[in-house]
Antibody, heavy 120, light 106 residues
Framework: EVQLLESGGGLVQPGGSLRLSCAASGFTFSTYAMNWVRQAPGEGLQWVSAIRSNGDDTYYADSVRGRFTISRDNSKNTLFLQMNSLRVEDTATYYC?????????????WGQGTLVTVSS | VLMQSPGTLSLSPGERATLSCRASQSLGRNYLAWFQQKPGQAPRLLIFGASSRATAIPDRFSGRGSGTDFTLTISRLEPEDSAVYYCQQYDVVPRTFGQGTRVEIK
């Protein structure tokens, strides 16, 4: 069974940093691209960042480029999102999701999310 | 940009629900997905490639469309179908979502 478990969320002040983790199990993590998607309270879904299976290529939404860094440790089946210079508008539940890449890149499994609150 | 309509759909069990998703530019490869999200839960993939059902999705869910106009149909609504439904295009970067359609079961 595919499982994705996010952690690392919490309350942080504007300008602060946070590192999210996503522990994967139930599939061969090293062969899948992975994704972060966020959802502000009461709002819709917004793609944040993606990374290829080998970690060589990374992609970012304009709103986070230069502040967030996606990475992965395939030996530990874990995906990361390093978030720096956090802003109030980054407040959201952050989901990690597995990407199928057989025909375009689409999310087929999602974790339950971790809440990040940026507030003074 | 993806525009979903209607914003809210209120129907009775057994009725047919038709949700629309319109793209501002053509998705040449029909890289369009539909997700279901229930309160407090993560999104769940229903449809990918505009019309392919994901694993374990009941056949009452179907997707169709091409280019700029796409539709998700729920043929016979059941109480557990109450949720927000999002379309997503993954044809171009950045991948984007529609604003969602809320389906309420009377």
């Amino acid at each position: 069974e595919v499982q994705l478990l996010e952690s690392g969320g919490g309350l942080v002040q504007p300008g602060g940093s946070l590192r999210l983790s996503c522990a994967a199990s139930g599939f061969t993590f090293s062969t899948y691209a992975m994704n972060w998607v966020r959802q502000a309270p009461g709002e819709g879904l917004q793609w944040v960042s993606a990374i290829r299976s080998n970690g060589d290529d990374t992609y970012y939404a304009d709103s986070v480029r230069g502040r967030f860094t996606i990475s992965r440790d395939n030996s530990k089946n874990t995906l990361f999102l390093q978030m720096n210079s956090l802003r109030v508008e980054d407040t959201a539940t952050y989901y990690c999701a597995r990407l199928r890449t057989d025909s375009g890149w689409y999310e087929d499994y999602w974790g339950q999310g971790t809440l990040v609150t940026v507030s003074s | 940009v993806l525009m979903q309509s209607p914003g809210t759909l209120s129907l009775s069990p057994g009725e047919r629900a038709t949700l629309s998703c319109r793209a501002s530019q053509s998705l040449g490869r029909n890289y369009l997905a539909w997700f279901q999200q229930k309160p407090g839960q993560a999104p769940r993939l229903l449809i990918f490639g505009a019309s392919s059902r994901a694993t374990a999705i009941p056949d009452r869910f179907s997707g169709r469309g091409s280019g700029t106009d796409f539709t998700l149909t729920i043929s016979r609504l059941e109480p557990e179908d109450s949720a927000v439904y999002y379309c997503q295009q993954y044809d171009v970067v950045p991948r984007t979502f529609g604003q969602g359609t809320r389906v309420e079961i009377k």
